[in-house]
């Protein structure tokens, strides 16, 4: 944060959209991929939204945006672990938009299922299961993240993304 800082200046919008998928079956999962799940996909998102929210306040205006995934309500099929983390994740967003919003702060979430990323590669299988009948692509998922940056009135939602997979 503080390179970012040095080198484009205030943070107005953040991002969270680290993450790693650990795939295991439920026998396989060690504690060791549980705590790294977490890390990456969890703490990461507090840790960040910490280090910008000074800057924000300051401000009275952010826009923060959580990357989920379609997992943090269903099955999915990398893992409980993998579930949990991103469950997490809807829940920091929701929380921080119910303690910010008053701030002119919004925070959101975008919660893309099977999307066409390094994560798919070699599962031409799962198209299958997508009743749009393909992967959604990283432009979509980012004219998402667009739609919540530029829109002062929506918080504490999730924005689902999942070809008819699913519905909110």
Not at 57 to 77: D, E, F, L, Y
Request: proline share 4%; glycine share 12%.
């Amino acid at each position: 944060m503080q390179r970012a800082r040095a080198e484009l200046g205030p943070i107005d919008i953040l991002v969270n959209n680290a993450g790693i998928a650990i795939t295991r079956g439920v026998d396989d999962l060690t504690e060791a991929d549980f705590d790294s799940t977490i890390a990456v996909n969890l703490k990461s998102v507090f840790l960040c939204t910490q280090a910008v929210l000074p800057a924000m306040r300051a401000k009275q205006w952010g826009r923060i945006v959580n990357i989920s995934s379609g997992a943090a309500r269903g099955a999915g099929a990398i893992g409980p672990h993998y579930n949990a983390s991103k469950a997490g994740v809807e829940g920091l967003t929701r929380g921080y938009a119910a303690r910010l919003v008053k701030e002119g702060i919004t925070v959101n979430a975008v919660a893309p299922s099977l999307i066409e990323t390094d994560m798919m590669k070699g599962q031409p299988n799962l198209v299958a299961r997508i009743p749009l009948g393909r992967f959604g692509t990283a432009d979509e998922v980012a004219q998402a993240v667009m739609m919540l940056i530029g829109n002062a009135y929506m918080t504490g939602q999730t924005v689902a993304m999942s070809g008819g997979m699913a519905f909110n």
